[in-house]
């Protein structure tokens, strides 16, 4: 598995609103900009591919009172964590697990925030 390896690559691209509203709707019908999409790929040294909506992260940033740098790194978590497997839309336990996870990699990165499933709590 790709994040067992010591080398992998992650592709990430920032956009706008309207270009990730594109991928939305191609790949989950959902028409309407989001903050973060993941594409993991079946590859041992690609995790996938990582788009962040710096439009949505910027409205997000101010809804929340802090930097866009610190809410494109929570949305950089969120999104790594769904290209190594984690999902928190499957179960209850599953959201845990991943709202968990996100809080001890912001943490041990030392990075502000403790993910994006807990901001959703805060909403």
């Known amino acids: 598995q790709a994040a067992d390896s010591n080398d992998v690559e992650l592709s990430i691209t920032l956009s706008d609103d309207p270009s990730i509203q594109r991928y939305n709707k191609e790949y989950r019908d959902v028409d309407k900009p989001t903050d973060v999409l993941s594409f ?3 590859d041992n040294f690609v995790l996938g591919d990582l788009i962040i909506s710096i439009d949505t992260a910027n409205k997000q940033a101010l809804d929340h009172s802090h930097e866009l ?11 790594l964590l769904h290209l190594i497997g984690y999902d928190h839309e ?3 336990e599953d959201w845990e697990e991943m709202a968990s996870a996100e809080r001890r990699l ?12 807990h901001l959703a709590e805060e909403d």
């Open 40 to 42: 993991p790929m079946d």
């Open 69 to 79: 740098r610190d809410e494109i790194r929570i949305l950089l978590v969120h999104g």
């Open 90 to 92: 499957t179960s209850k």
């Open 106 to 117: 912001m943490r041990r990165l030392d990075w502000r925030g403790k993910g994006l499933i």
